[in-house]
């Protein structure tokens, strides 16, 4: 053996056995060195990120709830899709869907979704702020409801209330409150010592003073129970009366009457002359209650029609287009759409909420099958005739104004009775996402001449109001004072004067200036905090009932197949 050899095997020998000894703890009396703890890679983030302008698909976020619903819904049946989430990702699904579906999408600023801890605030800076020309909101139709009252409400299901329709000329002090109308069968109605007529004023609420009391949550619980049961004491002043009333109403479980009367009446000349107060398309049950109505107008042979949507906020389109055809008929509006929906530019040809290629809405000929267990489709009765007298508010608002428009589009005359319409040629899909249904203005409708342009209402073409769409008619006050039907109430018979002599009455009152949403509204207390309508809950209320819609969810917008 070399020495080379020797020195590298003596060398191997000992690194061995000194290995062997250290791993043996042996050896040597200093602590061993320790082995250093490995840095913990920090956790990924799952949470979206906020970047300007930049936009994921609205299905990343769908149905991530901070808290999640388990079960199934009371009235659609239908499983809750909720799975485990964040309000933020509540948020980033806001953000998203309107960028895609909102009408003006351009015209929202794009806000960071972890900018607020609330999605409801978050949604109300969703939408545009600019103006109309006459100056008032482009989009004043942005709100949201719990899922379960916009479900119930728009199955067509009893809802609480006394079942008495409120007519708000002033929503801030002084405020201003009537009865409009009440339902038939309701406790408003009924309750002996306790009803309520049309023209009545509520003057105080609960011991609260309606025209300036500042205790506006006791004035709003009262006027809009929350459960059946509630009793509230309200002191009113009759019409005609100098004597004020104190009546204590029960809040009750209402379900709606969408005719609420109609009459056949006799003009001077002979001619029958058909009357239907309608107060809500909402509803599907509104189908049944129009067929019945138009029903009875077509047996009566009558030769002209008043319709009153004096109170009518609006409701499906699709039940618009029945009643069009059922004052139309075959021949007027043959090859005719009754509304061509409109999305966003983004969405020139397809339904962004449903996938569907783009139609119109139809003049709808037959009833419409809105679930799976409904019964066959039946033809419409129509009374065919060439012009309408339309009753009209600052309540006459969307699927309301819609007839108005599908009807002047197919070449029927309308002839406008009362003040302005509220101006909203716009809808929506009312979309649940965790618990909340937010309705977020989504397209616009034209007629069959292609017009759609009536953003602040229609009037009567004798107004000397500069801003909005002047048709045929009369400008007229609403007659508190005479029941809805009446021949001598103001509105009913200038239609009737009207149907005789092809004028308005000689010597018109003057417009009312009622709750809307126009540039005929009051001016609101300089306090936005007085303002009745400041309550979330009511402004959802009222929101709802000012509306269109197509919706996807409850009830099918188009037909089931026989």
Known sequence: MTLKSLRITTALSTLTAALFLTACGGGSSSSPTPTPTPTPTPPVSTAPTFTQGSFRPEGDFKDKCETPRTGSSAVTGVAFPDTAGSTLEENFWLRSWSN????????????????????????????????????????????????????????????????????????????????????????????????????????????????????????????????????????????????????????????????????????????????????????????????????????????????????????????????????????????????????????????????????????????????????ASKALPTVAVPRVFILSTSNTCSASESVINGLRGADVEVILIGGRTCGKPYGFYSTDNCGVTYS???????????????????????????????????ELEDDFTKALGDETETLLSAALTYQQTGSCPTAPKPVAKGFSNSSTSPVLNADPSQDLLSDPRIKAKFMMEQNAFLNAGIYRQTPVED
């Open 440 to 474: 977020t203005i989504q397209l616009g409708a034209k007629n069959n001449k292609e017009f759609g342009e009536y953003a602040d209402g229609f009037l009567p073409d004798n107004s000397s109001e500069a801003f909005g769409v002047k048709i045929k008619g009369c």
């Open 100 to 375: 895609n579906t909102y009408l003006w999408y351009d015209e929202i600023t794009d806000v960071d979704p972890g900018a607020d801890s609330d999605r409801l605030v978050y949604f109300d800076k969703l939408k545009t702020f600019a103006k109309t020309a006459s100056g008032k909101d482009k989009d004043e139709f942005h709100f949201t409801q719990d899922t379960a009252a916009f479900e119930q409400s728009r199955a067509g299901g009893a809802s609480v209330s006394y079942g008495a329709q409120y007519r708000f000329i002033s929503t801030s002090p002084p405020r201003k409150l009537i009865i409009a109308f009440t339902i038939p069968g309701s406790g408003a109605a009924t309750s002996v010592g306790n009803e309520l007529y049309r023209g009545t004023e509520i003057l105080e609420i609960d011991g609260v003073d309606v025209v300036n009391g500042s205790d506006v949550d006791t004035l709003n619980n009262g006027l809009f129970p929350r459960t059946e049961g509630e009793t509230h004491t309200f002191k009113v002043q009759d019409v005609g009366s100098t004597d004020t009333r104190t009546i204590t109403l029960t809040a009750e479980a209402v379900t709606p009457k969408p005719v609420n009367t109609t009459n056949v009446i006799t003009a001077e000349n002979g001619d029958k002359v058909g009357y239907v107060h309608l107060t809500t398309f909402s509803s599907v049950i509104t189908q049944d209650a129009l067929f019945d109505a138009m029903t009875e107008m077509q047996d009566a042979g009558v030769k002209d029609l008043v319709l009153d949507l004096r109170y009518n906020g609006g409701g499906l389109l699709a039940i618009a287009g029945q009643l069009g055809y059922m004052i139309a008929g075959d021949a007027q509006t043959e090859g005719k759409i009754f509304d061509k929906i409109v999305f966003n530019d983004k969405h020139p040809t397809v339904n962004p909420v449903t996938g569907r290629t783009l139609e119109p809405i139809p003049f709808y000929k037959t009833t419409l099958r809105f679930s799976d267990d409904a019964p």
